[in-house]
């Protein structure tokens, strides 16, 4: 075979790997959506999940509008990390600005979730970050759950509220003031394991504050619960 069609192979055979990963993304972004549904943190068509797509400066986004059961990889839409749509036929969520945000400047993060589920936006709405008094929270969070700047959409300042107040925290989720909650993760599934964890432990300590004023974790247990959690907890790998 001839240099050239060797190079043309060669680039056959990597376009089709970036498909299969924009394929499996566009699966993985499609599925997930039902777990939002499954754990109660969306309404109507409110909420959105993405993940950026390994290799490329592209991630797979929600389509703005479309009802949660109709949602499949055939629809999920692809954009830069402008925010500007790339493939589908559909117009990206009306937060793909914020998503992009992250993307552009939190290199790490492979999943992002936004969601107005009910306790966490509650805490939201009065412009409270959610102390640490669970252990549940110290092995997931790391401390509290903070809060981020009232910003309106449409723009970047959602996603420039989350990176400013995320970055350098240990916390994978974030209650922007009088909106909700935006989490972040690994990938995608991370960011949605983020989210519903965020509003199970918003939920809780409401109700422990009816109760009365809840106790907090002392700071280097919250580091010793965080360090085990991250590093010894669950199935790990042989080496």
């Not at 499954?38 to 993940?51: I, M, P, Q």
């Not at 009065?126 to 509290?144: N, Q, S, Y």
Request: hydrophobic share 40%.
């Amino acid at each position: 075979m001839s240099l050239e069609g060797l190079e043309l192979g060669e680039a056959g055979a990597s376009g089709d790997r970036a498909a299969g990963r924009r394929e499996a993304i566009r699966t993985t972004v499609a599925g997930l959506h039902a777990e939002l549904v499954r754990y109660g943190l969306v309404a109507w068509t409110a909420g959105n999940v993405s993940g950026r797509i390994p290799g490329e400066d592209l991630f797979v986004i929600k389509p703005s509008g479309v009802s949660y059961d109709e949602l499949n990889a055939g629809n999920m839409v692809v954009c830069d990390l402008d925010g500007d749509l790339v493939e589908g036929e559909h117009a990206p969520s009306s937060d793909t600005a914020a998503h992009a945000y992250v993307y552009r400047n939190m290199p790490d993060v492979g999943g992002v979730v936004h969601t107005h589920s009910t306790y966490a936006s509650a805490w939201a709405a009065r412009g409270e970050a959610i102390p640490c008094v669970l252990t549940a929270m110290a092995d997931e969070f790391g401390g509290e759950i903070p809060l981020g700047p009232f910003a309106l959409i449409g723009d970047d300042s959602i996603g420039r509220g989350i990176v400013e107040t995320l970055k350098g925290h240990r916390s994978k989720a974030v209650l922007m003031q009088n909106h909700g909650v935006f989490s972040i993760g690994k990938d995608p599934r991370a960011a949605v394991k983020a989210a519903v964890m965020c509003e199970d432990v918003a939920r809780t300590v409401h109700v422990a504050r009816q109760l009365g004023e809840p106790l907090p974790i002392p700071q280097d247990d919250i580091d010793r619960l965080y360090d085990r959690y991250q590093n010894v907890y669950g199935q790990r790998s042989p080496r």
